[in-house]
């Protein structure tokens, strides 16, 4: 490639074309859209088998419900925790150009895979009829059955977790942080960037989930495939207007280079210690131009300052102010970082237990007969419809009201989002009080009739969520893109997904470690068996209202103490 074509542009960053009017007039605008339209699509085949696989796991791989229950969160969960794997590959070696690309061709390989399987009979256990313990035919996959089933699950679990990783720090890449319109773009991009997952859960619970309940999987699986196909050549088509930051090496190894060699120099002894401060980053070779290289180290986490050292017991230990202070920024969001698991464990419901509280309700409105899984059509058009109100309406008062940049912090936002996720849970529990009272009322605990009550009561707690969701996810995006030191972007910014990993692994630990405890103490375990309707699922949805409401007190503890690293300028 002719370098002449290759200017920097901003610190650290690349523009393949060198394009400044075209950036003058969009400021980053026409790139990010193009990372927006393939979200909606990337969004739509993840969304169309998640939300539904429960059933497809319990109807035609024959699991029971908790078991069905912990694949899809152990699944889910995985696909996010890799968006870790994806931040950090676009961090140290690629691109976030080339990381998507990459993991878009893996998730086809995998959706390729459970296509063919959903299509053959051969592939799959034997139909049977679960009510009927006669039937010695009605058994978990299993064998080279079950290895394809999972080998292309968790290949789709890869090439998501990649493009999670890599889609929203590409878009926020692609605005100008130095300036007051720049950031505020980056913002709106947040925002509309949750509001492109909604749009293509929407297509997904709404069109494919039809499809896969009265064509047949095969031909769910099979639209994903085409979408994240789809999904490439729209991507591209960005290619020669993108901004591109330059790989700079291991975020990962920084951050550990620093915490080693402070443990090491701390344990060290204190007599003749030659811990220093203001030394410059390349060993006496001073670039007075890098402010953070030269600078004294601050005086919070002081523990890490001594990794900063004139004579350190070896070269590959040796660090720069700028390192220590990077790796004091990441060790200060981490608090916020957990702070949001247990909201990420409430959501996880959504995609299960919910789910399944609906499938034995009433689902018809009017003559239409709708999917369970359909369900999370409710948070998502509520997203759709509040975060175009929040941008245009809520920010631009907040701003005036409290004059200044951002209006409503990013920890504020998180904080909302953590609130609203308690309301949730306590709907819930009150909710599946009454779906047990109506079942038992009508005598229909050991049927599978569905009961006379219609699972428009189940919305209420997807409402509340999806609320949640809006508010905690854009906010960490933005906050972990923000406060990260620009060669740690695309993995901080990964830790939003990695937060519903950890959120979905909970879940199924709190599943197992509460059947474990009731049956221990001489109890029907709350969740176990084949019939919801003999769950103990509203003590289930109390105790995770009680967590969550604990959780709310740590965070705000933490959000309290925090200062924000960016404060900003106010150029235009």
């Known amino acids: 490639m002719d370098d002449t074509r290759r200017v920097n542009t901003w610190d650290g960053y690349v523009d393949w074309r060198n394009r400044p009017a075209l950036r003058s007039r969009h400021g980053g605008m026409l790139a990010a859209s193009f990372v927006l339209v393939v979200e909606v699509l990337e969004n739509l085949a993840f969304l169309a088998n998640a939300s539904n696989l429960v059933l497809y796991l319990s109807k035609f791989m024959h699991f029971s419900p908790s078991s069905s229950a912990n694949i899809v969160t152990n699944f889910m969960g995985t696909a996010f925790l890799l968006a870790l794997l994806g931040g950090f590959l676009a961090d140290a070696f690629f691109t976030t150009y080339r990381i998507y690309l990459i993991s878009a061709a893996i998730e086809v390989m995998g959706l390729v895979m459970l296509t063919v399987q959903a299509h053959l009979p051969s592939l799959k256990p034997p139909n049977c009829d679960p009510q009927n313990s006669n039937n010695i035919q009605c058994k978990e996959v299993e064998g080279w059955k079950s290895v394809m089933f999972f080998a292309g699950l968790y290949l789709v679990a890869l090439g998501v977790g990649g493009i999670k990783g890599s889609l929203p ?17 980056r913002s709106w991009f947040f925002n509309y960037f949750v509001f492109c997952l909604s749009c293509g859960a929407l297509i997904a619970v709404t069109f494919v989930v039809w499809i896969e309940d009265n064509k047949g999987w095969q031909w769910g699986f099979g639209v994903s495939t085409i979408v994240i196909l789809l999904s490439i050549p729209i991507f591209l088509l960005g290619s020669h207007i993108y901004r591109t930051k330059v790989p700079t090496g291991s975020p990962i190894t920084t951050i550990f280079k ?4 402070a443990l090491h120099n701390n344990c060290r002894t204190t007599k003749g210690s030659n811990v220093v401060s203001g030394i410059s980053s390349e060993g006496g070779d001073c670039d007075s131009t890098e402010k953070f290289q030269t600078q004294t180290p601050t005086e919070s986490l002081v523990f890490l300052n001594k990794a900063v050292t004139i004579k350190p017991v070896h070269p590959v230990l040796q660090c720069t102010v700028r390192q220590v202070e990077e790796v004091k920024i990441v060790l200060k969001t981490l608090p916020i970082f957990m702070s949001s698991i247990m909201l990420s464990c409430c959501l ?4 299960t237990f919910s789910v399944q509280q609906a499938a ?3 689902t018809k409105l009017g003559s239409l007969k709708v999917p369970p899984a359909s369900l999370p059509v409710f948070p998502v058009t509520f997203t759709m419809i509040l975060a175009p109100i929040y941008n245009h309406v809520i920010i631009p008062f907040a ?3 409290t004059k200044t940049e951002m209006g409503i912090t990013h920890l504020q936002r998180i904080g909302t989002g953590l609130f609203l996720s308690i309301v949730a849970m306590a709907v819930a529990a009150l909710v599946e009080i009454k779906r047990k009272h109506v079942a038992t009322e009508s005598g229909l ?3 599978n009739e569905p009961l006379p009550i219609t699972f428009l009561w189940v919305s209420l707690q997807y409402l509340f969520l999806g609320s949640a969701d809006l508010f905690t996810l854009a906010g960490m995006m933005d906050f972990f893109f923000t406060e990260a030191p620009i060669s740690m972007r695309s993995l901080s910014t990964a830790l939003s997904w990695t937060s519903l990993a950890m959120g979905y692994y909970l879940s199924s630990v709190l599943v197992d470690a509460v059947n474990n405890v009731t049956r221990n103490y001489g109890h029907t375990p ?3 068996g084949t019939n919801l309707n003999h769950y103990r699922l509203e003590k289930f949805y109390w105790l995770m209202c009680i967590l969550s409401g604990l959780n709310f ?5 933490w959000a309290s103490r925090y200062k924000y690293v960016s404060a900003g300028t106010d150029d235009d």
Do not use: C, I, P
């Not at 007190?553 to 503890?557: C, I, M, N, R, S």
């Open 399 to 401: 701003r005036k009201a």
């Open 445 to 447: 605990l050991d049927s």
């Open 258 to 261: 620093v915490l080693a060699a």
């Open 553 to 557: 007190l740590q965070y705000l503890f």
């Open 169 to 185: 720090s590409h878009g926020a890449e692609q605005f100008d942080e130095s300036t007051r319109r720049g950031r505020k773009q």
């Open 360 to 362: 034995t309700m009433n």
């Open 526 to 528: 709350w969740l176990f």
């Open 348 to 351: 996880a419901q959504l995609s």
